[in-house]
């Protein structure tokens, strides 16, 4: 996943080019864009590291990703109460992001 975010009031105090500049690079043209490139970087890495001797390609299949899930919940975990720390809601910005993704995730395929 990869986020650009910025402070709506920062926004609001830029110039209206700064502004424009912003508008017409981010929105969800222009994270389908940046998926295509990601995209693409990862077939040519895939195809390269499939065609060397001294490598191998594992793929987890989804039954057996449990724990490597619960892995990552546990840094998760972690994360929200470490912005809890900080004052701040963690689970909520969770949420709140992982419904994004959800949502433009949704939209684009």
Do not use: C, F, H
Request: charged share 25%; glycine share 6%; hydrophobic share 40%.
């Amino acid at each position: 996943m990869m986020v650009l975010a910025m402070n709506q009031a920062t926004y609001n105090r830029l110039s209206p080019a700064l502004q424009k500049v912003i508008d017409d690079n981010s929105g969800l043209q222009e994270a389908q864009r940046i998926g295509r490139v990601m995209d693409e970087a990862e077939a040519e890495v895939i195809e390269t590291v499939a065609s060397r001797d001294d490598a191998e390609m594992i793929y987890i299949a989804q039954k057996d990703q449990k724990p490597w899930q619960a892995a990552a919940d546990k840094t998760v975990q972690q994360w929200i109460g470490d912005m809890k720390t900080r004052g701040m809601d963690g689970q909520q910005l969770y949420d709140d992001a992982m419904g994004l993704v959800g949502k433009y995730t949704r939209q684009t395929q």
